[in-house]
């Protein structure tokens, strides 16, 4: 738990010799962060030494206390964050991706709505003009957004200008946003920007991104947690 300004640090260490085979391990790891100032990191280690072993982590980092709204954006990963949260108060969460929505229509304390518009077959997400008009009538209290690309030079992007401005409108009409993304979109440029590093107030990734790269970016004034 980080209150305040505090930084907390998780260290662990999965170890699966040879003999264990066909073996399972699920690790994860939670945080809970209390103000906007709090930080935390996970940094965990796996060594396998068979080729049957099946492995998951998982880092899941939750706010209490201020999100009744979150924009939650499209994108496996994002899936895969919807699956393991678990939200102790109601919440109304805001998605233009349909199997996150299918997942949170089964999970209890949240009312959700659905943006609409015309469904893109490669991400099963809407994405034109009407998930933008939508957005531009609420005020939410978190965005969760990913990006395809994020670089110094021309913050963040993705490939679709229409994805680009679902985007925009989720960040300005949310009073927190946080991005979301794996440590491989970073030092790389998509097609079509959608924001500027300092539009966002925190940001997390794996902990597969190198030091140079973390300083890199740190040193512009993110604030980046690695899980």
């Known amino acids: 738990i980080s209150a305040g300004k505090s930084k907390n640090s998780y260290r662990g260490l999965v170890k699966i010799n040879y003999k264990a085979m066909s073996s399972k ?37 939750s706010k209490i206390g201020e999100a009744e709204s979150v924009f939650w954006d499209e994108g496996y990963m994002f899936e895969m964050a919807a699956e393991s ?21 089964q999970k209890p304390n949240v009312d959700l709505i659905f943006l609409g518009g015309k469904i893109r ?20 209290d978190v965005a969760l957004i990913g990006s395809n690309g994020i670089s110094l030079k021309h913050g963040c992007t993705t490939p679709s200008d ?7 409108a989720a960040i300005k009409a949310s009073h927190t946003s946080i991005l979301l993304a794996l440590s491989n979109r970073w030092g790389f440029d998509s097609f079509v920007k959608f924001a500027d590093l300092d539009a966002f107030n925190e940001a997390i990734s794996d902990s597969d991104m190198d030091s140079e790269t973390y300083k890199k970016f740190s040193n512009t004034g993110m604030r980046i947690t690695l899980v």
């Open 121 to 140: 077959e490669q991400t099963i997400a809407t994405a034109d003009a009407w998930g933008p008009r939508q957005l531009a009538d609420l005020v939410i």
């Open 162 to 168: 229409a994805v680009s401005a679902t985007k925009r």
């Open 25 to 61: 391990n699920y690790s994860q790891c939670d945080s809970l962060l209390i103000g906007n100032q709090s930080n935390s990191n996970t940094f965990p280690f796996i060594s396998v030494q068979n080729s049957t072993t099946k492995l998951e982590h998982e880092a899941s980092i």
């Open 85 to 105: 949260w678990q939200p102790k108060h109601r919440v109304t969460v805001i998605t233009n991706a349909l199997r996150t929505a299918y997942i949170f229509s």
